[in-house]
């Protein structure tokens, strides 16, 4: 059954129009699901009888099922959350100084094939629809209400590639930004994508406040092509000047995350490499520690080459950060936990 989590704000508007209900009835079932959070049509009072009963007939509120959690040391816990056709995906909640941050799945499975990701090792079934994307943040927003907690930052950079299913993202971004709804600001939504440069040009000419991030993850088109099999289509050079368009169009900052394999990509001449490669950009890099996957066999650096990494490209004039390590006691890698159900 349809998610009503699929209509955005405009969305519903229209919809409510085709059962010929005027739009304030649209409002007032927006406002129920995203700032009451209802579980059910029937806790929507305002509503008329005639109207729940065709809702409820139409459409469910929650298109998933969690199935498994999992909660680390540190506080980052897990979802695995199963959706109507038996389809599993994961959810991640970390928990920073600034806030709530929930890391969100865009498509079950991942065609791009990245060599160190946990998310390739089940290729895609398909895309998520805008529904069961919100769905996973407001099952764990549901939860943080009982600790009177909000998620304050929003990233999709889970299972697959979000510019793939380009059209369910934006309308899911639209649904949790909208004022009337979650609230979340634009400019605490982050969209990740390895580089599919076709898709990057026409989210340039969207002209929305949300953060754009690449998966880089290497400096050069030999390393890169050998991790990241997306790089053969389209190249560094042809990467690079795409988003410098987007930074031109837009005005933003990007931020490049790159995961630092041991012997892999961590080395000075790497730190060089990328630093001429961005150098002068309106952008800064994300180092992260890699979350191992047995089947790859990629193992993370140790915390002393990060950090003379992350040194090096800030005495090169290119801003860095590093990030701290999370969950590194549950399966935390994207796509670990569902590869682990689904292989038994």
Known sequence: MKTIYDYNYADLETLFLSLNQKKFRADQCFQWLYRKRVSSFQEMTDLSKDLIETLSSLYCINPCECVEKQVAKDGTTKYLFQLQDGALIETVLMHYEFGE???VTSQVGCNMGC?????????????????????????????????????????IMGTGEPFDNYENVMSFCKTINHDKGLALGARHITISTCGLVPMIEK??????????AISLHA?????????????????LHQLMDSLRRYSEENNRRLTFEYILLKGVNDSDENERQLANLIRGMNAYVNLIPYNQVDEHGYKTCDAKTALHFYDCLMKNKVKATLRAKHGDDIDAAC???????ERG
Do not use: W
């Not at 160190?116 to 927003?141: N, P, W």
């Open 101 to 103: 941050s929930l890391c």
């Open 203 to 212: 989210f340039s000419k969207e002209h929305v406040q949300y953060n754009l």
């Open 115 to 155: 060599k160190f990701c946990a998310s390739g090792l089940l290729k895609k079934q398909r895309d998520l629809t805008s529904g069961e994307m919100v769905a996973q943040i407001m099952y764990v927003q549901k939860e943080l209400d009982q600790e009177s907690k909000r998620i304050s930052n929003l990233v």
């Open 335 to 341: 796509g670990q936990l569902r590869a682990k159900h």
């Open 219 to 235: 400096p050069t088109d030999e390393l890169r092509s050998k991790l990241m099999p997306i790089n053969h289509a389209y190249p």
